[in-house]
């Protein structure tokens, strides 16, 4: 049994990525549970001086659901060849705290774009920012959706090599979240 926290890195309504997390969601092994985290969309910019007055609540949320999950699953798009400005932020955050939740925690990477490339660069710049705060971060097989826009339709992934893909991943990061535990 294994509970995944799913962080979603757009915050647009109509997000591919959003659709991607919400098919892992349903594409999980028997027995793993992914949830979404709670929302880091209201979180002020990083800023010690407002971290000495006390960590936002938002970000406590957040901490504290990394900190009880078991693994963490992260679906984002890729903005100007990086990671997303609210997502940094939100981990920024998180680096702050004493007890950081994120230190040896597994960690999955998907990405969806509308480029050729899929996200594959806001991938490698994330797992340098998770290696940074000495997470776990899970291999292969990658999960990079290209060309997103034809491969969700209806509000849902509907590309038959992508579902197969993520099925596949998510399986073996579950193996990989237990040889941690063990
Ligand atoms: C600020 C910004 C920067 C972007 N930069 C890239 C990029 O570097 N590479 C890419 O493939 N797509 C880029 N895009 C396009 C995104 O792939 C596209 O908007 C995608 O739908 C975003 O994911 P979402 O649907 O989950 O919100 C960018 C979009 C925005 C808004």
């Given amino acids: 049994m ?6 979603c890195g757009s915050l647009r309504k ?9 098919a892992s969601m349903k594409l999980a092994p028997g027995g793993t549970t992914i949830k979404e985290a709670p929302s880091f969309a209201a979180l002020p910019l990083y800023d010690f001086d407002k971290q000495s007055v006390g960590f936002p609540p938002e970000a406590d949320a957040l901490n504290a659901a ?14 100007n060849w990086s ?12 680096s702050r705290y004493k007890q950081e939740s ?4 597994p960690v999955c990477i998907q990405s969806a774009a509308v480029g050729l490339l899929g ?16 997470a776990e971060v899970f291999g292969r097989p990658e999960v ?23 099925r ?11 040889r941690r535990r063990r």
């Fill in 2 to 7: 294994a509970q995944v926290l799913a962080i």
């Fill in 14 to 22: 109509g997000s591919f990525n959003r659709m991607l997390m919400q």
């Fill in 66 to 79: 990394v900190d009880a999950a078991d693994g963490v699953l992260i679906v984002s798009p890729e903005y």
């Fill in 83 to 94: 990671v997303p400005g609210g997502l940094k932020n939100a981990i920024d955050w998180l």
């Fill in 102 to 105: 994120f230190k040896h925690k």
């Fill in 119 to 134: 996200g594959a660069r806001m991938q490698y710049h994330l797992r340098m920012v998770l290696q940074a705060m000495e």
């Fill in 144 to 166: 990079i959706v290209t060309m997103a826009a034809s491969k969700f339709a209806d509000g849902a992934l509907k590309d038959q090599l992508t579902i197969d893909l993520v």
């Fill in 168 to 178: 596949q991943q998510l399986a073996a990061f579950v193996d990989f979240i237990e």
